[in-house]
Nanobody
Framework: QVQVVESGGGLVQPGGSLRLSCAAS????????MGWYRQAPGKQRELVAV???????RYADSVKGRFTISRDNAKNTMFLQMNSLKPEDTALYYC?????????????WGKGTLVTVSS
């Protein structure tokens, strides 16, 4: 069984920073890509940033220059450093893991961590 768990969300003032973490544990053989997505109230889930096993990175235009994604392949963990946060960054942030367990490709989601940007 594989688990994906996010942490690091919270309440922060506009202009502040937060660092999100995502840990994948269990019987994962390999991870191809890890990504952060977010869903604000009343809106669809959207891509924030994604990083491949070869460290190819893609960001949503709305977070470029403010957010930085990184990963520790040895520990199956991923991070999202969020700086200069804006109220429109308020959302439930989800971790996505695409990889493989023995004999099976998997596409896994965590339950999310809430980020609230408000004064």
């Amino acid at each position: 069984q594989v688990q994906v768990v996010e942490s690091g969300g919270g309440l922060v003032q506009p202009g502040g920073s937060l660092r999100l973490s995502c840990a994948a544990s269990g019987s994962i053989v390999s991870i191809d890509a890890m990504g952060w997505y977010r869903q604000a109230p009343g809106k669809q889930r959207e891509l924030v940033a994604v990083i491949s096993s070869g460290d190819m990175i893609r960001y949503a235009d709305s977070v470029k220059g403010r957010f930085t994604i990184s990963r520790d392949n040895a520990k199956n963990t991923m991070f999202l450093q969020m700086n200069s946060l804006k109220p429109e960054d308020t959302a439930l942030y989800y971790c996505n893991v695409k990889g493989a367990v023995v004999g099976l490709a998997v596409d896994l989601w965590g339950k999310g961590t809430l980020v609230t940007v408000s004064s």
